[in-house]
């Protein structure tokens, strides 16, 4: 089940995310993740992720961020990328990733705190309230 607390979305792995042995290079995982959130704030605040950092000029930046690598994920494979809010606070996001292959072995899993910014004077700011109730 998916709601503001939990998000869950299909990947395939893409050549272009491998290494020479054909399976995803540790780092990329970071660029799907990153991923992952942008799709996550498109479906719960309107005006999605294009309209909090680039026309509200909020930012999220990665403040934590702890990962652990448990088995590998081979090119053409389908695994499950998942989030789920762990804490609200006031000026921050941690949030709980994983991938989870089909035969539902965690590939990857990782803790991330992000912190809600000001773009212009890039000090923290307050979660905003619209994001905060989308979120529940």
Known sequence: MQTAHT????????????????????????????????????AILPGGYHGLVGERRIGMPTVHLES??????????????????????????????RC??????????AVQTLVTTSLDTHKSIALPDDLRTAIG
């Open 100 to 109: 989870v292959g089909t035969d539902d072995v965690v590939r990857m899993s």
């Open 7 to 42: 998000f869950r979305l299909p990947y395939k792995i893409h050549f272009s995310r491998c290494d020479p042995a054909g399976i995803i290079f540790y780092p990329q995982y970071f660029i799907l993740f990153n991923d992952l959130v942008e799709s996550w704030i498109d």
């Open 68 to 97: 652990d690598f448990r088995a590998i994920s081979r090119f053409g494979e389908q695994v499950w990328l998942e989030l789920e809010v762990t804490r609200l606070g006031n000026r921050s996001i941690t949030l709980a990733w």
